[in-house]
């Protein structure tokens, strides 16, 4: 046997010592920051200061106090004490004082009660919701609907449910609030084009058409979506569906379509803005609409195909894991389809009217018209601003009380523009007196 | 190494923080700076929690958890292995065209654009949820009381599709519809008022708040929720889910911090996400993982540039609908008034439920709603309405008003909805001159008691807090889940059942919720049913004592082998 050199023990043994060490010493930890101590920690729990939980509001902000409504909000509404002409409500077709649609109700009321207590899943679908989903189906000739109990909810839901992180969508820069929530809620890759610009649209999908083709696998994953309103409730323009349609196909791209503004307003029979171009409703991917203007009721819908639709029966948010529609408010829709379906004629007699409160309004001093002339929410926005939002804003506001005071027509406010609504009840001396108020108006308070 | 500060608990013990000695717990995780000790007792496949800072609580706050039984578990994860398979097989049978697809298919002209959904997203909803999907959607033609009508659905293809044969299955008795005081009725005083409200107001509004939509009901209801609550103001909104996702994001930003219960609601999670500020995660309903993380956020700030934070906001609900506990209210706001956190409490389940006044958890641990910043709930649950709430301090609900998106671009509440909250409010604090509301509260939670503790005495595992009427009754293996439901639809009683992905995968539940109007007649039926379905299905799992019952011999087999 060999004797191994004092050098290799002596080694030996001091590398044992030091492996004794290592697993005996304290792990270092690389989360705890060693230069506070305690003392310190503690200190600086007690000095930390959180902001206050709101920031101060100044008790005069004009939006502070609301107008508070008396009564219900139908043609002859009573705001703040006063009775005045409703030119305000998005109440379209005149149905929110129906009789037929009010005696449904209480029917309605009587039968089922007033809350569903539960979700779509648990004991919340009622007869009513799945016959109102056929109506609606069977209305804008698709295959399939589906409801949501909020208006909001709606498209703000639907769009996550389809587009998720590193999809792109492409939407028109006017998109309302509640398509906005429903992109940053998707969290995919959002590309905005100019207000109604086809040419830019065009140019945004080539670019993406490039990058396609430097990575052609991921490009095979990577779904694409249009969104884009019918009728924008924000500057009142209708949006170029046939072209849209055109891009469609040759970029491969699913369209969309948010009609709240246009549902019961535009085509033959109130079809919508699919009617109004003769386009086959087959070519758009999602329709989604709130009930909550033309049908006087609360709550949303989206229709399509099957295929599309009975997806957001498992992923959309506010369907799955919200409460259904109260199934009074769901029979009074489906009386106001009936009156819809009954009488197509009083869709041209409300173009008519669109028509002719646009025309009166043409030539306000100092007020310019923005919108279609179809639209049934036009927009007066101010022709030179006074450089200042709150002046700006001042002035509209000081503009909408004179008119409420002198000729007693209700218009209303929204963001930069004043807006009036056009309802089928307005008659032509109340259309005539509207406008010569707001003339005068704006000639004593714009000068 | 010699002590530091000591810093005394509010129950007068002190705790001493030394850097050197840190003594281990009984389950490994080293004690530190927290307020609070939580004694465990740990008994076998049991955790009780029991509150050792009892001046806090001023009656004993007694939920469990029991532990999933290993063989039940063991059990399970075969049960989805051998289901994951055969959906493989399914599928390729119907990708080869030997099996009939009943999917909807993508158009013609459709065919090569990018497809809309990746397989594997919906290979659970296909292979799985198909299987049990009647259990679903039951759609009624009744009133959602305490017994309903259920239209009788048949499948001739296996749940692919449903037809409805015309026959109504009358008076089920209805354990899954949120009804908890019993407010969901067509006739009574809440149901004249609404008539006459539609009436007189129509149905639909056609505007949002901030312009011509603010009734003069909704100011009365405004005022009515703050005095119910006790507190300054309130406002209210159309939808309960909305209220949360459109609120969070006015109130939080970036640079702030959100701490949320790692079982939050979805619209809760969507607020967080859509405010833009950081969200971090504590363990449901443990105070100690919730300390640690305000302790972290002050001491180092943001993270990478450790700045401070602007503002804390934590993030809780009164009950938690499939756990059925009940939040720690008491801690948490002596944690927060600690730390200067704010305190976000989502009270859609407990408002009206829990209480001797029906005012909801505040209520029901006798504290004051001063401490909580923002007090939310919603209507549809104890109301028989719909629509939320936020109610707190004016300063507050003005902001809220100005900047809200709900406020300004969401249609507000209808009418007789509206007029619905006010009765059934007014009925449950006995402004209208009678004692119906506070009859309905007494039987709540008889009735939840009662349910309680005879589920409990049968053997079943019971999750939650032992006042919530919340009752999971937990199921485990996916075969269980469809057949409890249709086996208790059979004896005429209708249940709800939740499986992943509300659940962990392998905790699925069914779930009931005790009602005031349930009898004790209707409660003894469904609980000979259940009973019946438990042994039939053999659900008795629990291995704590029970008096009286037979409970399943396999597992006390085990357990007395065990040894």
Redesign the interface.
Known sequence: MQFAPAYHLILEGILILWIIRLLFSKTYKLQE?SD?T??E??E??EE????P?????SKD?P??N?????????HR?I?NGKECI?F????FLG???SER??LK??SS??????????P????????V??ELEERLAKFMRTEEAIIY?????TIASAIPA?SKRGDIVFVDEAA???IQ?GL??SRSFVKYFKHNDMEDLERLLKEQEIEDQKNPRK??????FIVVEGLYINTADLCPLPELVKLK?KY?V?IFLEESMSFGVLGEHGRGVTEHFGVNI?DIDLISA?M??A????GGFCCG????I??Q??SG??YC???S??P??AS?AIEALNIMEEDPGVFRVLRDKCKHVHKALQGTPGLKVAGEPLAPALHLQLENSTGSRTNDLKLLRAIVDYVRYNSRS?I???VLSIRVVVTVEQTQEEIEKAAQCIREAAVKILK | MTQNSASKLLNGDTVHRTKQDKKTGGNGFVKNHCLFQQKRYRRPAEKNHHASCTSLYKKPFVESFEETPLLVAVLTYIGYGILTIFGYLRDFLRDWKFEKCHLAREREEQKDFVPLYQDFENFYTRNLYMRIRDNWNRPIRSVPGAKMDLVERVTPDYNWTFEHTGKVLKDVINMGSYNYLGFAENTGTCADAASECTVKYGVGVCSSRQETGNLDKHEELEKLVARFLGVESSMVFGMGFATNSMNIPALMGKGCLILSDELNHVSLVLGARLSGATIRVFKHNNMQSLEKLLWDAIVHGQPRTHRPWKKILILVEGIYSMEGSIVRLPEIIVLKKKYKAYLYLDEAHSIGALGPRGRGVVDYFGLDPCDVDIMMGTFTKSFGAAGGYIGGKKDLVDYLRLHSHSAVYATSMSPPITQQIITSMKCIMGEDGTTLGQERLCQLSENTTYFRRRLHEMGFIIYGNNDSPVVPLMLYMPAKIGAFGREMLKRNIGTVVVGFPATPIIESRARFCVSAAHTREMLDTALNAISEVGDLLQLKYSRKNRHGSEGTDLFSYLESHQD
């Open positions: 920051r506070l305690e003392k920690k503690e600086l729990i930390w200061q959180p902001e939980l709101v920031p101060l509001v902000h939006s502070l609301y107008d508070v409504v008396t009564g219900p909000p139908s509404i705001v409703n305000a409500s998005f109440n149905l929110l004082d649609v009010k109700a209480l009321l009587k039968k089922y009660g007033v809350g569903t207590c539960g779509r899943g648990f004991y919340g679908t009622f007869d919701h799945l109990s909020y208006g909001f909810a389809y309302c609030f509640s929530k940053q809620a490009a095979k994953v990577i779904r694409r196909y491969k699913r087959d709130n909550e203007n049908l006087a009721s609360i195909r099957s295929f599309v009975d997806h029966r498992l948010q506010g894991f919200s409460a529609l109260p009074m408010l009074a209700q209303t406010m929204c």
